[in-house]
């Protein structure tokens, strides 16, 4: 069995080896011809950048930041119960948790102000003013 394992791998060895150049000049043929390069299709114009949707409802705030009587968070809401929840998802959505300390009402030049203070999570206390003007007093959302 060595023996023909042997012949095996020289006759592989054999087998692979390149052929000896000839010393003869052989006539190479000439190159084929190249297919022509493919057509370059022009570049399509680039898509439009996407838009916000559409269907979003607006905020129900505006004003300012709600440090302060002139900056106060103006509440867009329809009744008192819906603008204290307003308030609240307002100050988680830029304080994050919060404990509700202290809460009072305030009025300067006609408008109405809910002021309250905050205990944040890193134990600092926060003051916020909300306009309540387009609420305030209001219970239910009257029949129409």
């Given at each position: 069995?060595?023996?023909l394992f042997?012949?095996s791998?020289?006759s592989?060895?054999?087998?692979?080896?390149?052929?000896?150049?000839?010393?003869?000049p052989?006539t190479?043929?000439?190159?084929?011809?190249?297919?022509?390069?493919?057509a370059?299709?022009?570049?399509?114009?680039?898509p439009?950048?996407?838009?916000?949707?559409?269907?979003?409802?607006?905020?129900?705030?505006?004003?300012?930041d709600?440090s302060?009587?002139?900056?106060?968070?103006?509440?867009?809401?329809?009744?008192?119960?819906?603008?204290?929840?307003?308030e609240?998802?307002?100050?988680f959505?830029h304080?994050?948790?919060?404990?509700?300390?202290?809460?009072?009402?305030?009025s300067a030049?006609?408008?109405?102000f809910?002021?309250?203070?905050?205990e944040?999570?890193?134990?600092?206390e926060k003051t916020?003013y909300?306009?309540?003007?387009?609420?305030?007093?209001?219970?239910?959302?009257?029949?129409?």
């Open positions: 069995m060595r023996r042997l012949l791998a020289a592989l060895v054999i087998g692979c080896a390149a052929p000896a150049p000839s010393t003869t052989a190479a043929a000439p190159p084929a011809a190249l297919p022509p390069p493919p370059v299709a022009e570049a399509a114009p680039a439009p950048p996407p838009q916000p949707a559409k269907y979003l409802a607006p905020s129900p705030f505006a004003g300012g709600g302060s009587v002139e900056k106060a968070v103006v509440v867009l809401a329809q009744t008192e119960d819906e603008g204290i929840d307003l609240h998802h307002w100050i959505d304080y994050g948790r919060f404990r509700k300390l202290r809460g009072g009402l305030a030049d006609g408008k109405h809910d002021v309250i203070t905050v944040l999570g890193d134990h600092t916020i909300f306009d309540i003007t387009g609420f305030y007093g209001v219970m239910e959302i009257p029949p129409k």
